[in-house]
């Protein structure tokens, strides 16, 4: 049951004077972290200390980086699961004791590891059931303030889990009921794309092969109804796109309130749809600057990488950065990466790159910027699915927190914000899970930092 109120409180940033930089670029490290892994990349705190940490696989053993206060990081080996995550990592406090878990799949199984009491040891709970386990997802399906999961099949049905206390997970099917049986389900997006305060679901699908027309190649977007049931809307939203899609960037870009769409797809030609904030969307990549036929793209992030209030596309659309110009239109930066988990690795509030081995440092500049960490009290403990609006002068910014974007990586739980040469915040508004509603009043300063919130204070 969701619960309606709202409170007022006063939050203060810290002062700090960035480096000048010119545009988005980065410089590459290889040296902080040791020993050969593989993808997926994991880019997220894990050990409650408002730090992004590093989450690696060489084959089945977990390695976790912690970022240390003071730079560089400390390695440790973490769990040997049964499960080699080949495909897809997700993070989130299952069963919320301040350290995240982790869920992770590959060609036939999923695997849950669940941090014990002081995050030094993981549980695992191994799922047999055969599944080629595509993007995973965690998210609070079912509103009753425990985290659930999800997997997407690609020869078949997906899999939601329901989270029954204490992070232990069982699959329930009655979570999401999915009327599109087939497979072909390669990455999925938790959202609330129509503003009602639930979370809907977002599917990219793709099967080689299929011919034009076969569902399994048709995206699907199934519209949360806030009863338990939900109604696949895809076509009639104007997002049922069956190109070939195998990611969908979903985020503000036009800074309106409302979060539009990037879709990466292997035929015909790329998407960018539009939120027309009536619950559809109109695909209007013609006029954005991005190469509808950079086709073949299996991943792809939003972030604001360069501070300015307005998310870029990282994207293998192009290979690079689609630096959102704010206009309208995006100009492509090529990095040297087109992948990885995005995050703050030097806390220095500039968004950084990882992927196997190597940081992409973000070399920064002069814009300023907030980042916030949520923790639900109501709500689930990261504040998955939380919506936040912050407002400035330069207007307002919308974010929503994830745990599970782009097809196979993880990126940082923390909401960050570029805010551009502006000095002060007027407010940030957060509609949390579980319909708490937040509004935050903020004094001017003279430069904005990162904010972490007391929890006994304003958690909802």
């Known amino acids: 049951m969701k619960q309606h ?34 993808n997926p990349s994991c880019v997220v705190d894990m050990n409650g200390d408002h730090l992004d940490d590093v989450v690696r696989f060489n084959g089945n053993t977990m390695t ?30 299952l069963d919320a004791n301040g350290y995240n878990d982790v869920l992770i799949g590959n060609g036939s199984a999923n695997s849950f590891l669940r941090a014990n009491s002081d995050g030094t040891a993981y549980t695992e709970q191994y799922f047999s059931p055969y599944i080629f386990s595509q993007r995973t997802n965690m998210a609070d399906i079912n509103n009753d303030g425990l985290l659930d999961a999800w997997s997407c099949h690609d020869v078949g049905l997906s899999k939601p889990y329901r989270n029954t206390g204490g992070g232990v997970m069982v699959e329930d099917q009655s979570l999401i009921q999915q009327t599109v049986t087939v497979g072909g389900n390669y990455a999925t997006v938790f959202t609330d794309y129509d503003e009602d305060g639930d979370l809907d679901l977002y599917f990219s699908k793709c099967r080689s092969g299929a ?7 048709i995206n699907l977007l199934y519209r949360n109804n806030g009863n338990g049931t939900w109604t696949e809307v895809g076509a009639q939203a104007g997002v049922g796109d069956g190109a070939q899609s195998w990611i969908t960037v979903i985020e503000d870009f036009d800074n ?27 695909d209007i990549i013609a006029t954005t600057g991005i190469n509808p036929g950079a086709l073949g793209a299996w991943e792809a992030n939003g972030a604001d990488f360069d501070n300015d ?77 939380a919506r936040l609006k912050l407002y400035g002068p330069w207007g307002m910014q919308t974010r929503e927190v994830r745990s599970g974007n782009s097809f196979s990586h993880m990126s940082s739980l923390h909401a960050h914000f570029g805010i551009g040469a502006a000095t002060q915040i007027d407010s940030l508004v957060i509609d949390w899970p579980s319909g708490v509603h937040t509004v935050i009043e903020a004094p001017g300063s003279t430069n904005c930092t990162s904010f972490r919130r007391r929890p006994a204070r304003w958690g909802r």
Do not use: C
């Not at 002062?15 to 980065?26: D, E, K, M, S, Y």
């Not at 912690?66 to 993070?91: D, H, K």
């Not at 309106?256 to 109109?282: I, L």
């Open 256 to 282: 309106d309130g409302d979060f539009d769409m990037f879709v990466g797809n292997h035929s015909d030609a790329n998407r960018f749809y539009r939120n027309n904030g009536n619950g559809t969307f109109t």
């Open 64 to 93: 976790i980086a912690y970022q240390q206060a003071g730079g560089g990081f400390v390695q440790v080996n973490a769990v040997t699961a049964t499960v080699n995550p080949n495909w897809s990592i997700s993070v989130g406090d």
């Open 5 to 38: 109120s709202s409170s007022v409180l006063a939050i203060a940033a810290t002062l700090f004077t960035l480096p000048v930089g010119a545009q988005i670029a980065f410089t590459a490290n290889s040296s902080l972290l040791s020993g050969t892994y593989g």
């Open 211 to 217: 011919p034009v027309g076969d569902p399994q190649r």
């Open 309 to 385: 209030g307005w998310m870029d596309i990282f994207t293998e659309a192009g290979n690079g950065i689609w630096r959102n110009n704010g206009n309208g239109t995006f100009s492509l930066f090529n990095i040297g990466v087109s992948e990885g988990g995005i995050g703050d690795l030097n806390n220095d509030g500039w968004m950084d790159i990882h992927l196997g081995q190597t940081i992409r440092f973000n070399n920064g500049g002069t814009n300023h910027w907030v980042k916030f960490e949520l923790q639900g009290i109501f709500s689930n403990l990261n504040g998955i699915g």
